[in-house]
């Protein structure tokens, strides 16, 4: 004998129930790519104080939440999670914040690599990594940022080299790459004195300005 109807319309509805439920943490903001991508942010993130509390993935806006900052169109201009005792990792997902022109994430615990996908954020103005505990080398994908003036990546254990396409940005005012990994020296196809970054034993500070035509840079690091 078939069950009645009713009884498999309770049943899809309690699996629908059951489904939001266990997938609750996963819940994305409906419609709106910003939200979502930092929803995953959110989620990669352990945060012991609690200062993303507000990031609430059922609301219909980021602009709402507390260290964020939104344009009039409601697009996500600035995020700033600085010095707010956060681990985990970065995720590619915050490439999708187009209009973001401030991305600060100082002093934290930043894990793992800095993801390419940063190189999409074309109206970045400033971008903040130091003193986290971030690895592997600058992703060239970087040197997409052309409205790029601060680069702060001290303080954390990056490798390798500054890419050329990182060194060639037109507007980039500050570079910091203070007590890294990075070695090598800036490539001499630009008017740059070379320097060591590695190895540096007792270092004092050094802080260059390069004129460049369309382009001034404060390069700080230390040496001996």
Known sequence: MAAPKWIWSVFAALSFFLTIVLNENSIMVCGNNEGDALVVFKLSLLDPNNVLHSWDSTTISPCTWFHIICNQNQQVILLDLGSKNLTGNLVPELGNLQQLQYLVLHQNNIQGSIPAELGNLKNLIELDLYQNNLS?????????????????????????????????????????????????????????????????????????????????????????
């Open 136 to 224: 592997g080398k600058i992703p060239p994908s970087l040197g997409n940022l052309k409205s790029l003036e601060f680069l702060r990546l001290n303080d954390n254990h990056l490798s390798g080299k500054i890419p050329q396409e990182v060194l060639n940005l037109a507007h980039l005012k500050i570079l910091n790459v203070t007590n890294t990994d990075l070695e090598g020296k800036i490539p001499s196809t630009r008017p740059l004195e070379d320097f060591p970054l590695k190895n540096m034993a007792t270092p004092s500070l050094g802080i260059f300005k390069f004129v460049f035509p369309f382009l001034n840079v404060f390069l700080i690091f230390f040496f001996i």
